[in-house]
Every structure is written in C-alpha cells, then in structure tokens.
C-alpha cells in the first residue's frame, strides 16, 4: 500500500522546497557523465511535482540552479540551462492540464536571454492555473537576495520614505523575492548533505528539515510521502514549549 495513504491531509505543509542533489554523484556511480545525472534528475522533477500537486501541496520551491553554480565548467552550466529551459517547455502543457502555476526567483540579470526569456514564455502560459504554485529558484542565492532586500530597504530610508527604527522583520520579508509567497514549512534535501547551501536563509528559521542519501534521481514519490509522513510526526513549537504548544491547539 502506498504510504500516500498515511498522509494526514487535514495537516499538510502548506510549502515544501526542496534541495535537489546528487545528480552528478548519481551518474558518476553509473559510469555516466555528469550532464546524464542532470537528465535523470528532469524526470525527478515531474515526478514530484505531480505528487506534490496530487497531494494537495500549494508551494513547491525547488532550488534549480544557484549563484554558486555560475562557477561550474562552462560546458556544464550551458547544458544546464539549456536543459532547464527545454524540459520547462515540454513540461508546460502537462503544468497546464494539471492546473500547476510556474513562476520563478533569482538573479535573473545573469541568466541568457534566450533562457530568460523562454522561462517567461511558460510562466506566461500558466498563470491562469490555481491549483500548485511551482516556484523554481534559478540563478539564486539566499545572501544574493538579503543583499537585495538590504538595498531597497536602504534606498527607501535615503528617500525619507522609510525609517529606522520602522523597520521590522516583516520589512525585511516584503523586500525578498519570495514576499509574494508563505514561508516554507518543510525543507527536504536529498543526497545526504547537512546543509542548506545558500537557499532561502531567512525563509527557512522555522522549517522542518528532511534530509534522505537518496539522490535525487532516485527519489520516489514515496520518498516525498515519507518526507511529508515524517513531518507530521513533529511537533512545530516556535520557540514555545511543548505544552504551550498543546494548550494553545
């Protein structure tokens, strides 16, 4: 039986993102180049975002290319792009049908125009759905994006628009790119790292973290259900104690 099954679906984590690692370990295990563990990783991505989608999930954040991996071999870097772009447009008519929303958060001033504006193309075409919000995090990184939070919170000083003392940490998460979007409530990573590389710093002070050894090819929508299973099985305290926590439920 499958553990989608087990899901409590009254208590879902209204916004997962994920880290998805180890495609390059994937195809180094398999004799494969490293641009093939990219591919695989493609089908990885559909596969989780249909689960995330059937299992009532209403943001997935997936960090899809950092600011770091600018630094990668060039070859590497354009076949990634290249792949992104590619699998997002074949991918659209089925984030259409199944009522997915594409959008996107990064520096995008770094990004190829073609890839820029091919990206924008998908966006544009599913921004009628309602259902799954599928956020890809694309030439992005958490210090890039509090560096820009920072900025425009100065400027806004500067101009006498804003003060000092005004500022709160709701100032802070209007300013960064994911103000249109609620906190992430569960970070999963796979490939067995302990870290969170960069990836929405401030937004994830209160997330639940799941890390698996299971690289990202391989991981199931099963995978995703035990994640999410696990999740539920914590009790989100908020600096609170436990039995704050159970007199205020």
Not at 155 to 179: C, H, R, W, Y
């Amino acid at each position: 039986m499958s553990l989608y099954n087990e899901i409590d679906f009254t208590r879902l984590p209204e916004h997962i993102a994920i880290i998805m690692d180890g495609n390059g370990r994937w195809a180094k295990a398999r004799g494969l180049q490293r641009h093939e563990g990219h591919v695989e990783g493609v089908t990885s991505v559909r596969r989780i975002t249909e689960a995330a989608s059937e299992a009532g999930i209403k943001y997935l954040t997936l960090y899809t290319f950092s600011t770091e991996n600018w630094n990668r071999p060039k070859e590497e870097v354009d076949a990634l792009m290249n792949l992104v772009v590619i699998a997002i447009e074949r991918e659209t008519a089925d984030l259409i049908k199944n009522n997915v929303r594409l959008t996107m958060i990064g520096d995008f001033s770094r990004m190829p125009q073609f890839a820029y504006d091919r990206l924008n193309k998908c966006i544009d075409d599913t921004s009628h759905c309602s259902g799954l919000t599928l956020i890809l995090a694309i030439s992005y990184s958490s210090r890039w994006e509090i560096t820009e939070a920072t900025r425009k919170i100065a400027q806004k000083v500067a101009a006498g628009e804003l003060t000092p003392e005004a500022i709160t940490p709701d100032t802070i998460s209007n300013n960064l790119a994911t103000a249109a979007y609620p906190d992430p409530d569960l970070l999963i990573r796979t490939g067995g790292d302990f870290r969170i590389s960069n990836f929405l710093l401030w937004q994830l002070a209160y997330a639940e973290i799941y890390v698996t050894s299971t690289f990202w090819p391989d991981f199931s929508k099963e995978d995703f259900y035990r994640a999410i299973i696990q999740y539920q099985s914590r009790e989100r305290r908020f600096g609170l104690t436990g039995e704050q926590v159970q007199e205020n439920k």
